[in-house]
Each structure stands twice: as C-alpha cells, then as structure tokens.
C-alpha cells in the first residue's frame, strides 16, 4: 500500500518575486536622516575651522549609508572627526580664504568698482560654480576614504574631472543650486540643505565614481 504524502499549505516562493517598495515613511525617514547631518556638520563647523573635518566626516557618513544601508554610529564619526582635524584645519583655510577673495571680487563687480559689467560677473559666477563643483567632488572623494586623504583626493578630482565633463557640470550645478537657495531661504534651513546637497553629489557621483585616494 503506497504511502499517501502529506499535505502541506506553504506555497513555494514565486521567483518573480519582487521586494516592497519603499513608501512614504521610508521617504520621509532618508528626508530626516539628510537634514539631521546638516545641522550635524553645521553644529561641528561652528569654530570656522573645523568646516573640512566635518564635511569630511559627513561624506564619509553617507559613503557607509550608500555602501552598507546604515549609518555609522556615533564613537566612529567621532573618531573619524578627530583623525581629519589635522589635515582639516588647513583644508578649512585654504577654502575659506578662497572663498573670501571670490566673495569680494564678485561684491566688486556687482557695485561697479570693478570694471567689466555684466560679461565678467557671468564669468565670475562660472568660475565660482566650476570651483564649487571640483571641491564637492573632492568631498565625496575623501569621504570613500573614512574622511582623510585630502591631497591625494584633490589631486586626483583634479585628474578625473577633464575626463568626466558631464559628472563636474552635474556636481557644479548641485553646489551653485544648493548656494543660491541657500541665500533665498531663512537661515536655518541652510545647514538642511547641505545635508541634502552632499547627499546629491554622493549620488551624482555614485554613477561615475571617482577613485578612492590610496592612503597606504
């Protein structure tokens, strides 16, 4: 007498099976995650200087979110914070002394002490864009890298970006977009939109990835 097999209800795994989509809550928990790590970077820039440890602990934040689908804790963005305040502080200067110059020289065109009208003023703000663009792809380069290795990822940004035109405009027009509501806006939804400005060039870059620094 042949054995009768036994029934079971489980109903096998179809193999077109497709994993849920994201909802508005998983939406609106990235939008808060995003808006969290710019009042994070705005708070750790505070004393000016430390502008370049933060957004260098802030990108490699979001290198980790992209690469693992979670966020760092707490102890290792403050390890990586202290490890690039060396190297940091001086990147820090450098930018903002850059910063400064460009500031007063577009401030000069736009009052008329400097002569060249509205040509030099467009030209100015390209070049302002095109900077902005290179050091936010630096940015994401350094934080592939746990937030260090500044030189090496300029140098490199500086290789890579007359072979990507395309990825430099992109990240030039994230940084002068992020700049120019960043100036509309009231000022504490700045430190939102940096957060979300660093967030796109990670994305933007996510396409045509810049080489990590070699920091061995």
Request: net charge neutral; hydrophobic share 55%.
């Amino acid at each position: 007498m042949s054995a009768v097999p036994a029934h079971t209800d489980a109903v096998p795994a179809h193999p077109d099976t497709v994993p849920a989509r994201a909802d508005w809550r998983d939406t609106l928990r990235e939008a808060t995650d995003l808006a969290l790590l710019g009042f994070a970077v705005a708070l750790a820039a505070l004393p000016v200087l430390t502008l370049a440890p933060a957004v260098a602990t802030a990108s490699a934040a979001l290198h980790d979110r992209s690469v693992t689908g979670a966020w760092p804790d707490a102890r290792t963005s403050l390890t990586r914070f202290g490890r690039a305040l060396p190297a940091g502080l001086a990147v820090s200067a450098v930018a903002l002394a850059a910063a400064a110059l460009l500031a007063a020289d577009l401030l000069a065109l736009t009052t008329g002490r400097v002569p060249g009208g509205g040509p030099a003023l467009a030209l100015t703000a390209v070049v302002v864009a095109v900077l902005l663009g290179y050091a936010g792809l630096v940015a994401v380069a350094v934080g592939r890298t746990g937030g260090r290795g500044w030189r090496t990822a300029a140098l490199e940004v500086a290789r890579t970006c007359p072979q990507r035109p395309g990825t430099w405009a992109a990240a030039s027009g994230v940084c002068a977009l992020a700049v120019v509501l960043g100036v509309l806006v009231t000022p504490v939804a700045v430190p939102i939109l940096g957060g979300y400005a660093l967030a796109a060039l990670h994305a933007l870059d996510a396409r045509h990835p810049v080489l990590a620094p070699d920091l061995s």
